[in-house]
């Protein structure tokens, strides 16, 4: 077998398009939502070999690639036959001796990965659509993709108002014990989330498409599982690699609401930008990141060459900071995944203890909340995200997290509102009755 590549003549929007194969278990779209920071988006399906068992899972993923089919095709398209996927946070148990503390009441795997030889990925630089598969397959599927789309998804709605799994006096309660523990010298930094969670009807792919709508988000993304759906509206970048090992991580540390009265929105950036707080929380995460990296990049080549950037997203202006390095081997893209994973801006520092007691302080196990999104094409190029601003569809529930680094000078109730912060344009935009599919349209109207 061999993958080839070759363009495909087509304009329709990249969500259009995944619409016709959203109800495929394991259909995956890695989605950029056309914003200026994103220049590839991708649709995977029909994985042949899909990935659920967690144990020593970057050993078992790296031995995947390399039983890949051959590919021939242009050298400068990102994805040629390889994984992709999602990571939950507790994957990290597979990789770190944690206590069992939290309930599991979310019934999926700690990793869903599929063997991809089939990929359609569009470069919003240039507009151009490539279609990645088996060479005997080539005809078959661009048939598929160049079809009229017929498919259309349930409208969803939620049964239920979102309920948290923490009061005000609860997460105020848990604020205080993450105190004695920086008191006492255990961590410098503990990420504490809450999350929410209603009941809801439809297609899981129908509310994804609402939320990418009103987050725009860089590093969004869909997976539809065999028993349930991830989705991410996610803004943060975990790892990106090149084919020549150079790899980029940029952790968020950092968070202010945005205002509609553009005078005060850039008052909050700045303050934001002069926050003392805010930037010594971040570098504690770049101190860490950089420590990941360097376990396997080659020495002297970690460097932080940005440090507090401003990005701002419809909800929120976040701090950034980009740290960059050079892979020793430049095929070792899942291995530094495993080293650094899950990401240090959703634990704290340092990793492991803070996990501990993100575990401790929690009601319930993440699941793909602060895990990852992203492939790993088999000539050693890789993108991910950290799975913020991400839900998890389950027997009709869907969840939702948000969190924040607690530092010696948080304040609870600065912290608290800050997570309210953070799906201002999530749960609100799920809570309203969604505008009616073409087909209930059409039906009310006859």
Same mark, same amino acid.
């Given at each position: 077998m061999i993958l080839q590549a070759v363009p495909l003549e087509l304009d329709t929007p990249f969500a259009e398009l995944f619409s016709r194969c959203a109800h495929e278990p394991g259909a995956l779209f890695l989605d950029s939502c056309d914003h200026p920071q994103a220049k590839f988006d991708f649709i995977f399906r029909q994985p042949h070999k899909w990935l659920t068992e967690s144990t020593e899972w970057p050993q078992r993923l790296h031995a995947e690639l390399a039983l890949l089919p051959r590919y021939e095709g242009p050298e400068h398209i990102p994805f040629q036959g390889g994984i992709a996927g999602a990571f939950s946070y507790d994957a990290g148990r597979a990789l770190e001796r944690l206590p069992e503390c939290a309930a599991i009441d979310i019934d999926l795997p700690d990793i869903a990965v599929g063997v991809y030889h089939q990929a359609l990925i569009r470069c919003r630089q240039t507009q151009q659509t490539w279609l990645v598969a088996p060479q005997a397959q080539l005809a078959e599927l661009k048939r598929f993709w160049l079809a009229p789309n017929a498919a259309q998804s349930q409208a969803f709605r939620l049964r239920s108002d979102w309920r948290s799994n923490m009061s005000l006096a609860d997460y105020t309660e848990k604020f205080e014990r993450i105190q004695d523990y920086l008191q006492a010298g255990d961590c410098y930094q503990i990420n504490l989330a809450q999350r929410f969670s209603a009941d809801f009807d439809g297609d899981a792919w129908h509310a994804y498409q609402q939320l990418r709508d009103s987050n725009r988000a860089p590093f969004s993304g869909f997976l539809r599982l065999p028993d349930g759906a991830v989705l991410s509206v996610s803004p943060e970048r975990f790892l990106r690699i090149d084919a020549d090992g150079h790899v980029q991580t940029k952790p968020i540390k950092g968070t202010k609401p945005r205002s509609a009265d553009a005078t005060e929105d850039a008052a909050l950036a700045e303050a934001l930008a002069q926050s003392a707080k805010d930037r010594?929380?971040?570098?504690?995460?770049?101190?860490?990141?950089?420590?990941?990296?360097?376990?396997l990049c080659e020495p002297g080549s970690v460097q932080v060459p =940005? /440090?507090?950037?401003?990005?701002?997203?419809?909800?929120?202006?976040?701090?950034?900071?980009?740290?960059?390095? =050079? /892979?020793?081997?430049?095929?070792?893209?899942?291995e530094l995944l495993g080293m650094a994973f899950p990401g240090g801006s959703i634990t704290g520092a340092p990793k492991i203890r803070a996990m501990e007691i993100i575990e401790e302080l929690e009601p319930h196990r993440r699941s793909f909340y602060c895990g990852s999104f992203g492939y790993f094409s088999q000539h050693g190029v890789a993108d991910t995200n950290i799975a913020i601003r991400t839900l998890v569809a389950s027997a009709n529930r869907i969840h939702c997290w948000a969190g924040g680094g607690i530092v010696a000078d948080s304040e609870a109730l600065s912290e608290y509102q800050e997570t309210l912060d953070k799906v201002a344009k999530i749960l609100p935009i799920l809570q309203h009755e969604p505008k009616p599919t073409d087909d209930e349209a059409q039906h009310a109207s006859s």
């Open positions: 010594a929380e971040n570098v504690m995460i770049v101190d860490l990141l950089r420590n990941d990296l360097s376990r =940005t /440090l507090f950037a401003i990005e701002s997203y419809p909800a929120v202006h976040h701090l950034v900071s980009t740290v960059t390095g =050079t /892979l020793s081997d430049a095929k070792l893209g899942i």
